[in-house]
């Protein structure tokens, strides 16, 4: 099984490229759902703030691969030549899926401040910010998770500051070498 991990900032276009790989029928798991379904357990909002207070606590009581453990419940009852993980944030869940699984490539999704601000309040997802003082609060949270590692040293590394249709002809080059 080839397994895709893609790492990139709140707003980079992780899901956008997380959907050209689903259009090909390979299955996507998100790593934020683990942290989402959290929140609805412990019967919090979707905000920002309870997110990464939900993150950092279940990090720091478990261990940095924790998020990655339990989407590697999921991950474990699948089948097929690929998949793809969606919303790593660090070196430590890499590692976690790269012991447990053969053939992990990642792929760092990066656009400019400006671009992932506007993009997130055109989205208006529940844990998007809406402020820009919220949006820096958020990125300075991420980047502590060791992102900025993951993105670092990624196999693949993703410019998105154009067109989607741009982006798309760039995830195909990475589907098209990872999947030969």
């Given at each position: 099984?080839?397994?895709?991990?893609?790492?990139g900032?709140?707003?980079?276009?992780?899901?956008?490229?997380?959907?050209?790989?689903?259009?090909?029928?390979?299955?996507i798991?998100?790593?934020?759902?683990?942290?989402?379904?959290?929140?609805?357990?412990?019967?919090?909002?979707?905000?920002?703030?309870?997110?990464?207070?939900?993150?950092?606590?279940?990090?720091?009581?478990?261990?940095?691969?924790?998020?990655?453990r339990?989407?590697?419940?999921?991950?474990?009852?699948?089948?097929?030549?690929?998949?793809?993980?969606?919303?790593?944030?660090?070196?430590?869940?890499?590692?976690?899926?790269?012991?447990?699984?053969?053939?992990?490539?990642?792929?760092?999704?990066?656009?400019?401040?400006k671009?992932r601000?506007?993009?997130?309040?055109?989205?208006?997802?529940?844990?998007?910010?809406?402020?820009?003082?919220?949006f820096?609060?958020?990125?300075?949270?991420?980047?502590?998770?060791?992102?900025?590692?993951?993105?670092?040293?990624?196999?693949?590394?993703?410019?998105?500051?154009?067109?989607?249709g741009?982006?798309?002809?760039?995830?195909?080059?990475?589907?098209e070498?990872?999947?030969?």
């Open positions: 099984m080839r397994v895709i991990c893609i790492t900032m709140p707003g980079a276009g992780k899901n956008e490229v997380a959907k050209f790989f689903e259009e090909k029928d390979i299955p798991v998100h790593m934020g759902d683990v942290v989402r379904k959290e929140a609805r357990r412990r019967r919090r909002r979707i905000t920002p703030e309870n997110l990464g207070r939900i993150s950092l606590e279940l990090r720091k009581k478990f261990g940095e691969e924790e998020i990655a339990r989407c590697f419940e999921r991950i474990g009852k699948m089948k097929g030549d690929a998949l793809v993980i969606e919303g790593i944030r660090s070196l430590e869940e890499i590692a976690f899926f790269r012991k447990k699984l053969r053939n992990v490539y990642t792929t760092a999704v990066h656009s400019s401040q671009t601000f506007l993009r997130l309040k055109k989205r208006g997802r529940g844990d998007d910010a809406k402020r820009w003082k919220e820096e609060e958020r990125d300075l949270r991420e980047l502590g998770y060791g992102m900025g590692s993951a993105i670092a040293l990624a196999d693949f590394l993703l410019i998105n500051e154009g067109t989607l741009e982006l798309r002809e760039k995830v195909k080059r990475v589907y070498m990872v999947m030969r």
